[in-house]
């Protein structure tokens, strides 16, 4: 069965320090990934989505970026990180295809101190 | 641009009452529409989706929801609450084409009381 694993699961950062959360799916090939930010248990943001190794789009302007090196691993990265980049940080994968529904990690809970 | 309302923030019920979480769409030509369901301080789950056809779909947990395409509406029902349920509950939306994305409601908080 097809498992993903986020990590770290909470942490604390200071302001204009770098960020590198890490997302991996293991168990499925050439999956869609995604990254969403929550903020305050609510409404979800998406970050950016890929389709394939190297294919980012970003939904929306801000601090960070995003890579996938591997087919089934996906990396949020920050050079800098700003206070505003707290909030709770989900990655997802699904099946290349319309109709399929999104499998989400357990989030990393980051705070910028 | 496509849209998705969750118009209750918080819904309440008493266990072994149906429950009710609702959810309104705006998308361009047919949509795709999903149910998640999220415990504290954890990723969402998958509940349940409509693609076509019957607009009574049952999902995971005993959880049902109904499409109704002249309302614009796919609200999610359970006819009988467990306290267990008590969770947020996302509805999603995404165009049948291929540069379709999803777009997440609010949430609606759902407080199941013994």
């Known amino acids: 069965s097809q498992t993903i694993h986020q990590w770290p699961a909470t942490l604390v950062q200071p302001v204009g320090s770098p960020l590198s959360l890490e997302c991996t799916v293991e168990?499925?090939?050439?999956?869609?990934l995604y990254w969403y930010r929550q903020a305050a248990g609510r409404g979800l943001q998406l970050l950016f989505y890929?389709?394939?190794?190297?294919?980012i789009s970003s939904e929306v302007p801000q601090n960070l970026s995003a890579s996938r090196p591997q087919d089934r691993q996906f990396i949020l990265s920050s050079k800098k990180l700003l206070l505003s980049d707290s909030g709770f940080y989900l990655c997802a994968w699904s099946v290349p295809g319309f109709n399929q529904p999104q499998h989400f990690g357990d989030g990393t809970r980051l705070s910028i101190l | 641009a496509q849209s998705v309302a969750q118009p209750e923030d918080q819904v309440n019920v008493a266990e072994g009452n149906p429950l009710t979480v609702k959810c309104t769409y705006s998308v361009s030509g047919n949509p795709y529409l999903f149910w998640y369901v999220q415990y504290p301080n954890r990723g969402l789950q998958f509940l349940l989706k409509y693609i076509t056809g019957d607009n009574l779909v049952k999902g995971s947990y005993g959880f049902e929801a109904e499409f109704n395409k002249s309302q614009t509406s796919f609200h999610l029902k359970k006819p009988s609450a467990l306290v267990s349920d008590s969770a947020l509950y996302f509805c999603a939306v995404r165009p049948n084409t291929n540069a379709g994305k999803s777009t997440f409601g609010d949430g609606t908080t759902l407080t199941v009381k013994p």
């Open positions: 890929s389709v394939g190794i190297g294919q």
């Open positions: 168990g499925t090939s050439n999956p869609n």
